[in-house]
């Protein structure tokens, strides 16, 4: 089989060994559980619930605060302790719900309810994924019912399941792979089931060889789904280059994956389909890898929603020492964090705990136009004259250049022999053209 693949790319240490061997492993809360409104791209979630309510697991907390936002429901059974702002991963305060957990995990009725998918109607299906609040879990956090409701349904080809996991240490997906492989098959058939004239295509990265042989094994008689093995590169698991590797087309900054006839889900996200629509239990846990030299025991944990980061890293053992860097998400893509009382949402994959800050200990210099930045970027973008744009306040030049097709990847600061921050600095310009855009 051709391995599907892109131009550009890099090949950072993968750091996968840490964690890819053990089971995921099952961890309750001890402590409140905070549910932030903001855990999806799009409108903020609006709480449906007032303090002292007792509530379900399963029950929806929060309802969706507009076309593209998505419901939130409890993943334990508890008393609604208060409705307030928290910090969160990203740094600032959001409204939340805080729930005291009972222990008990009382579930709704009809919870874990098996369904027949073939039995539903395409709008009973993506009602069902909109009331389990499933949202896209590779990152993004977009409303999974609203990608499965395109303008032209029919234009629709391929649904791309993203297996690639190509951010270093994460290694959620993996064990999915390994550990529930037939939901992920059943969540694809689900999906499959709302495009008539679709194709599944499962794509994984040619490091995994025992995901690859279980998932062939299950699909060798499925017709309208097969498998493209990709090859082992970041960024392969971003959505434009996923798709440029296992299709062939290209979608660029101002298209939806949608315009090039595809829908592009991670793993997880298949899975939490899967749930939702054949097993009525909507989106109330996570797979988070817990990893890093600074971690005792580096593993995958199953754990529910609104669990704090603080007690993850309890569960595996504890810090080796004091680490000099904690990001949420993997080392390129992922966000540092100043501390752990923070809630594990929809979108966490995982917990990088490093002994030593390798970022911190390098100064910038100046650029000595060596190009390597344009070798590795997959965008095809030039990131040395973005960068003289974005250091000047240039925007306009900024877009010109096509800094807007940046997917901020962090592949050109990774090979920056001058140790430039470039990502940063595009992030920044980027945000600042589209709050520019919004006020035109």
């Known amino acids: 089989m051709k391995l599907g693949t892109f131009k550009g790319g890099i090949h950072p240490n993968e750091g996968k060994d840490m964690s890819k061997d053990l089971p995921v492993k099952t961890v309750l809360p001890k402590g409140e559980l905070v549910y932030p409104m903001s855990q999806h791209i799009g409108a903020p979630s609006k709480p449906v619930v007032a303090v002292g309510d007792h509530v379900l697991m399963g029950q929806t907390i929060a309802s969706a605060g507009g076309f593209i936002s998505a419901d939130i429901c409890c993943s334990v059974s508890g008393t609604v302790k208060a409705i307030e702002p928290r910090m969160t991963v990203q740094g600032s305060r959001c409204l939340c719900i805080v729930i005291e957990n009972d222990h008990q995990y009382e579930p709704v009725p009809g919870f874990g309810e098996e369904r027949d998918y073939t039995m539903l109607t395409k709008e009973q299906i993506r009602q069902y994924i909109k009331d389990a609040g499933v949202v896209g879990m590779g990152g993004a956090g977009f409303p999974t019912h609203v990608k499965l409701t395109p303008k032209e349904e029919n234009k629709i080809d391929y649904i791309l399941v993203?297996?690639?996991?190509?951010?270093?240490?994460?290694?959620?997906?993996?064990?999915?792979?390994?550990?529930?492989?037939?939901?992920?098959i059943g969540g694809l058939k689900v999906i499959l089931s709302l495009f008539d004239k679709a194709?599944?295509?499962?794509?994984?990265?040619?490091?995994?060889p025992d995901a690859i042989e279980v998932i062939s094994n299950l699909i060798a008689k499925e017709h309208r789904i097969k498998l493209q093995v990709l090859k082992t590169?970041?960024?392969q698991g971003a959505?434009?280059?996923?798709?440029y590797a296992a299709t062939g087309r290209k979608i660029y900054?101002?298209?939806?994956?949608?315009?090039?006839?595809?829908?592009?889900?991670?793993v997880d996200t298949v899975i939490a389909v899967y749930m939702a629509v054949c097993k009525s239990t909507p989106l109330i846990r996570r797979i988070v890898t817990v990893t890093g030299d600074a971690v005792q025991t580096p593993q995958n944990f199953n754990v529910k929603t609104g669990t704090k980061y603080s007690e993850l890293v309890e569960e595996a053992g504890g810090f080796t020492c004091q680490p000099e860097k904690i990001i949420s998400g993997g080392p390129m893509m992922g966000i540092a964090l100043f501390d752990l009382e923070v809630p594990v949402t929809k979108t966490s994959s995982a917990l990088l705990c490093m002994s030593h800050d390798q970022v911190a200990e390098y100064e910038p210099s100046a650029c000595i136009r060596c190009g390597r930045?344009?070798?590795a970027c997959p965008s095809n973008v030039i990131p040395q004259k973005m960068m003289l744009c974005a250091d000047r306040g240039d925007y306009e030049g900024f877009e010109k250049l096509d800094g807007m097709e940046c997917c901020e990847c962090g592949s050109?600061?990774?090979?920056?022999?001058a140790k430039r921050r470039l990502t940063q600095a595009f992030k920044q310009a980027r945000r600042t053209v589209l709050d520019n855009r919004k006020k035109k």
Not at 253 to 266: E, F, K, R, T
């Open 199 to 208: 194709k599944g295509i499962i794509c994984i990265e040619d490091n995994k």
């Open 162 to 184: 993203n297996g690639a996991e190509c951010e270093p240490y994460l290694t959620s997906d993996y064990r999915m792979m390994l550990e529930e492989p037939e939901k992920i």
């Open 412 to 417: 050109c600061t990774f090979v920056c022999p």
């Open 239 to 243: 959505e434009r280059q996923l798709i």
């Open 233 to 235: 590169k970041y960024p």
């Open 373 to 375: 930045c344009i070798d």
């Open 253 to 266: 900054s101002a298209m939806l994956p949608a315009d090039a006839g595809c829908i592009v889900d991670n």
